[in-house]
């Protein structure tokens, strides 16, 4: 029975799976890289807080000195008989691969949780892909993948049930950052539901297998060519049982929580021609995608693949509907060299294998029939997946002859592989509100967001989801926020496609940045300024003049700084700039905005004491003197306060990154990079961002000749 | 032209990799592992004595301290703009992954060379199949496959020809020991021939690219979703152009010495029917098989596959003959979980996708019909393939319903994945000599046989082939050596099937292994026995003597341990037994192989003075007094001196451990392992080996208790 108190928690991916993995371990080893860090740093600080697993002890979380060491010390752990996990990504999974062939290869059950990440190749990457977790797809662990925060924190749970039960180790994935750094109402897992769902005579068995002196065994022996091959052949039915675990550790799930999952999950039309495989979060674009598309009279079906590993052709072919006649396989990784990405070359294998088997018992059914299939390429670190791609794809199906091997989401001017796709397709829920937020990286916009989240996520009925995009540079660069609020479940696991509210926090951005573009007609633009009221609007580039006309939009402006400065808080305007969203962005009622913004300071700043949250709460009450709303005149030529035209005075390369500095890197064609990464050097000059508030002078009389202050 | 002056050598796969790859290097970073050993300590000793590569400079051969390290320090001299390259296998090339990403995407031209060996899963296996190479498959590298040591030789040259000329990286792999330490008289490439294969225009572009304050780049960006995924495509055309280039390459080899490959080469019947397609050492044990079955009426076809990554489906489909209605792929690995091993899921793909092509473009030709296809694992961890199991696979091919996913070689009794082959099937050359050596790992055996390949490679017309079946123990177990010799090229890439001659050099051998059921009739068999010569026959294990004279066979007994210590040779008796198998087996007429063994003596001892070559000599000279014929009596109940019957007095698993004791670990099935490599401990007391010749006696006035003699 579904437990009957649901708890709601507002948080993200990576907590999701960090919280199911501590309940369920007793050693921890960590060695956090971006974007698992989180879940190896809640782990820590559970740890140090006392905090307790599923059974009343407080597990052993270590830090190692690479995760080359992590999985050595899980392996041991393992050995011993203890319950451990792990979370890693990219690179540091790589060092695990030999670790993880003995692991399974002694079927023992384990779970790393991985936000899967890019493997560096002609350039490093810190976003999200699957080629780190393909790269491990040969040591024979079972690999279960997620595609929002929601299933992040069942699919953990199932995870750590089917391992158990299954003896096979498992990979539980889910995209970095667009799904471990989403921040997402769910509903929880309680103590109760996880008690329900673990069996204690499944780790009393993993105990049983332990190395002991008790009871000696030996493991990890050497063999010659007279027995290996059998030997290796031993583990078979173990992998031929795992998919039924796995969907039966759902199913026991479901009866707990009401909330079902599928190994391989079908949705769409039932007798759907035309059908996308996917996995990881952009299976819930494709949905959104599909839904408006079927709901316009077309015919489409999405198949979610959640077990990759061990591949069941048994259950996708029972998951697939009779109808299909075209399927494109989306894969997010790629690998060079190969006759396809994996996720399509296991579909066409599956397809085959099944119409081999059916025309051996002489059946004639769907898979008589040669479904024409086709493969791409998306989303490689991290690049976005929106509804106008996923509808390009569902259109080439259309074709006579669409295109295999494909990229979506880029121009590829070289090969030719990209589809083109129609960028104003959008399917953004018409109830809900979203806002999006132009900061820079730690002057506390995305913290203050965060709290907004939480807000509206756990103090109103309304669903909440926060998307962060980062440079890589982090501190110091611009951070966008995409907020979603609404009454509807929000699985648009994309960036925002339009905003009723756009806040720009450092107003030098307006001059590199478009951000207008993406505001709605009659939609409110917040700037942090600190000329005067009156000079606010001269100020403005003439483009965003025109925008903010042409748009009918409010204009509204605070000087941030001053107030923070005001209230003793230096810099830090994020309370500043969250009480200013709350005020006009009419989420809420104003007066339970400004309460439950202060309740959250309260809960965010207690343990540094009372003045922090007096000056805080200050901020608060002294904004809205501050927030003034500009009137929007007739246009002005003269404007172009701050605005300079760049002049490219460099070459070919140079263009390519100023482009890339001015945030237009996604709309760059193939063949403008480089085919190894290679760069020229000193590009540093042609990024002046502006972003220091004060000038330093030096003082003669002070100077002790460190050298820091470079003069 | 091709070379008019082809210069014969008997030498190693491993060695004639190394030749090649020192002769194109500059730096050489090793960290050895087996089976790759020997290959960096070749280029180890060669740069220690000077030897210069093709340009005339002496390679940096450095030994790192670890396979990560030697990955980095090969990256590092690639970016400096040497010509670098490594050696290595198994876990060896896991730790290199991280690396070979980065330097495929950087574009970078560089060889490994892999002698391929079983990854550590359930049990560690120093023995070789492609589970190493296979695990690095997606890193974007090519990999060029070779069958035997000639192709060793070559492909090492074909490797650097191409990755100079596409600037992808190329792992060159081998299978491990049965190609690796295969024994073979080959043709050389010489100087004049590399000469005229690499272009220093390719080395010179290759320059061009490097690292240099001269002419500064920036290569190691760290990128963001906005270019990364169209950097990652901009090396697409490289990879388009790959396939080609390797056999631009090949053909360029193929003019300057006549001997031609092919990336993907087809043998066989010209409308054949059924095919196998494998690569590496396994190519030739089919291609032999084909051939006498073909002799015999079948229409049956090889694909050998050469160059696996990139995998070009136009030169494969192009290559596959249009009459082929079944195909057997063979995979010498094991990839639990996916839906098949990597080979097999690459075909399937390989013909969806020239069936969808020419669906598009209106064809119909032999990729219009669904081609049956199935998949199996072989040759794991070095596991026999032999004719008799060739063609149970090309049997199975004539089912209606032929098994997929089956296991050849090994009776799986649990899944029943195995086929079953008729072991008396054997395709041995009716012109060639087959001799079987036993020996006690360290006691010479495989010296003196390597020794007499050479004498009989590269002083007579006849080829030669010695394969050495080594225990993992390595010193103090037992050695079998496999020779072949005769007037036609040797491409036997499997253990004898029979001997014309046969020989124990420890008589003790006799009481636990079957040596003679492989001894043809009317052959010799040579014992090593310290008894006096009318006691010879009667230490015989009765079924050793029934043996002999069913086969009548000619039975030789020596006590070379009293001839070595005759000469002041201790326990050495590997000229003693060299000379016998000269004497009594008839390969050369007797004073040309006592004068060639001469030669060969002092080439080999005459750095370590005129002493030891002296009492070689000597034990040459002395060896025919003591060499004997023992006449056959009639049978004697009263047989057996040593013979005990070892009563088996534990449990299953100890008699798991038994069987493998007495080797015939191969005939044990699959349900009698533990499915997780789990042993129980003190079963080193089933092995008694009884190889000590003398007892030490514990000497109280000399005793300093220092504890090594354990009394």
């Not at 132009?438 to 916009?445: I, Q, S």
């Not at 995305?446 to 982090?474: C, L, P, R």
């Not at 000059?685 to 000038?695: D, P, S």
Request: overall charge negative; hydrophobic content about 40%.
């Amino acid at each position: 029975m579904p437990s009957e108190n649901a708890q709601h928690v507002t948080l993200d991916g990576n907590e999701a799976a960090a919280l199911i993995a501590y309940a369920l371990s007793e050693v921890i080893a960590i060695y956090p890289i971006t974007p698992s860090s989180t879940m190896g740093e809640w782990a820590d600080e559970w740890a140090s807080q006392g905090k307790k697993n599923l059974w009343g002890d407080v597990p052993l979380v270590q830090e190692m000195q690479s995760e080359g060491g992590v999985a050595g010390a899980i392996h041991g752990a393992l050995q011993a008989g203890s319950l451990a996990s792990t979370f890693t990504a990219s690179q540091g999974l790589l060092l695990m691969i030999p670790n993880m062939y003995k692991i399974a290869g002694e079927l023992t059950p384990t779970v790393f949780h991985i936000a899967a990440r890019t493997l560096a190749t002609h350039a490093l990457s810190i976003f999200g892909d699957h080629s780190d977790v393909m790269a491990a797809r040969g040591t024979g662990w079972a690999m279960l993948c997620s595609a929002n925060v929601q299933e992040i924190h069942d699919l953990a749970l199932v995870s750590h049930m089917a391992t158990l039960r299954s003896r096979i180790p498992f990979v539980h994935f889910f995209d970095g950052f667009r799904s471990s750094h989403e921040v997402s109402k769910i509903i929880a897992l309680d103590k109760e539901i996880i008690r329900n769902a673990i069996d204690d005579r499944w780790v009393e068995e993993h105990r049983s297998r332990r190395l002991s002196p008790e009871n000696p065994v030996l493991r990890g022996t050497a063999q010659n060519p007279d027995v290996f091959f059998q030997s290796r052949e031993a583990c078979n039915l173990y992998y031929d049982a795992c998919a039924d675990f796995v969907q039966n550790s759902m199913d026991t799930l479901a009866n707990l929580t009401g909330r079902k999952y599928q190994i391989f999950e079908y949705s769409g039309a039932k007798d759907a021609e035309r059908i996308i495989i996917v996995m990881g979060s952009a299976t819930d674009t494709v949905k959104e995608t599909m839904e408006v598309l079927n709901g316009q009279g077309e015919k489409l079906g999405l198949l979610q693949v959640r077990l990759f590993r061990p591949f069941s052709v048994k259950h996708f072919i029972s998951a697939l509907p009779e109808s299909v006649k075209a399927i494109a396989v989306l894969d997010r990784c790629k690998e060079p060299g190969s006759v396809g990405e994996p996720l399509y070359q296991d579909i066409v294998n599956a397809l085959y294998e099944a119409r081999q088997n059916e025309k051996y018992v002489g059946k004639n059914s769907h898979s008589d029939v040669e479904v024409n299939v086709i493969g791409g390429r998306y989303g490689l670190s991290s690049k976005e997946f929106s509804p106008a791609m996923a509808k390009a794809v569902f259109d080439e199906l259309k074709k006579d002859k669409p295109k295999n091997h494909f990229t979506i989401g880029i121009l590829d001017d070289v090969t030719h592989s990209s589809l083109s796709y129609d960028e104003s397709f959008i399917t953004e829920d018409p109830k809900g509100v979203r806002a999006l937020f132009y900061g820079l990286g730690a002057d506390g916009t995305v913290s203050a967001n965060k709290s907004s989240i939480k807000i509206i996520g756990e103090d109103t009925e309304n669903y909440a989801q926060g998307y962060f995009v980062y440079d890589s540079k982090k501190s110091g660069a611009m951070t966008v926020s995409h907020l979603r609020f609404g009454p509807n479940p929000i699985r648009s696991s994309y960036l925002l496609q339009n905003a009723h509210f756009i806040a720009c926090h450092q107003s030098q951005f307006l001059q590199s940045f478009d951000m207008l573009t993406m505001l709605l007609p009659g939609g409110t633009f917040l700037i942090n300024c600190s000329l005067p009221i009156g000079e606010v609007w001269k100020s403005l580039p003439q483009k965003v003049q025109i925008q903010l006309h042409s748009k009918n939009a409010k204009l509204f402006t605070i000087d941030a700084y001053a107030v923070a400065r005001e209230c003793g808080m230096g810099g830090r305007i994020n309370t500043v700039m969250q009480t200013c969203f709350f005020a006009i962005s009419g989420v809420l009622p104003s007066d339970q905005a400004l309460t439950l913004i202060k309740q959250s300071i309260k809960k965010t700043y207690g343990k540094k004491g009372d003045l922090i949250v007096k000056q805080n709460w200050e901020a608060v009450d002294k904004t809205l003197a501050h927030l003034h709303q500009v009137e929007i005149p007739a246009l002005d030529d003269n404007s172009g306060y701050f605005e300079k035209e760049r002049i490219n005075k460099f070459g070919i390369v140079d263009h390519v990154i100023q482009e890339i500095i001015a945030g237009r890197g996604d709309c760059l064609p193939v063949s403008v990079f480089p085919v190894d990464g290679t760069y020229p050097t000193g590009t540093a000059k042609l990024e002046k961002r502006n972003i220091g508030f004060e000038i330093p002078v030096w003082d003669e009389k002070i100077c002790i000749q460190c050298g820091k202050c470079v003069f």
